[in-house]
Nanobody, 126 residues
């Protein structure tokens, strides 16, 4: 089926940068919605960024707009999350997810993403 594997997490100082990668065995649809979510201990999983692989349109949570950038390399079936100006509140487990591209304009609803990776930890110290 579809398998997603995240990498690139680690520990950085506040103000630093990290680049996360999500390698997909295949995109599930001709036009897929690829998303990045994060979850801190004791908190709900929240959407960070998502993009339609067909149109290239991107969507960001207000908390990361201007700091994070989602992009793709179609030749490698890989989606990236470039994270700059990291803050301690960005500390979380980050997950890659995939769903139908037609759902992308709507929201970060987890129900729109049937495929999920196992996550990669990001820790930002002050």
């Amino acid at each position: 089926q579809v398998h997603l594997v995240e990498s690139g997490g680690g520990s950085v100082q506040a103000g630093g940068s990290l680049r996360l990668s999500c390698a997909a065995s295949a995109y599930p649809y001709s036009s897929s919605c690829m998303g990045w979510f994060r979850q801190a201990p004791g908190k709900e999983r929240e959407g960070v960024a998502r993009m339609n692989t067909g149109s290239g349109r991107t969507y960001y949570a207000d908390s990361v707009k201007g700091r994070f950038t989602i992009s793709q390399d179609n030749a490698k079936n890989t989606v990236y999350l470039q994270m700059n100006s990291l803050k301690p509140e960005d500390t979380a487990m980050y997950y890659c997810a995939a769903g139908w591209g037609g759902s992308c304009p709507g929201s970060f609803s987890k129900s729109n993403f049937p495929y999920w990776g196992q996550g990669t930890q990001v820790t930002v110290s002050s």
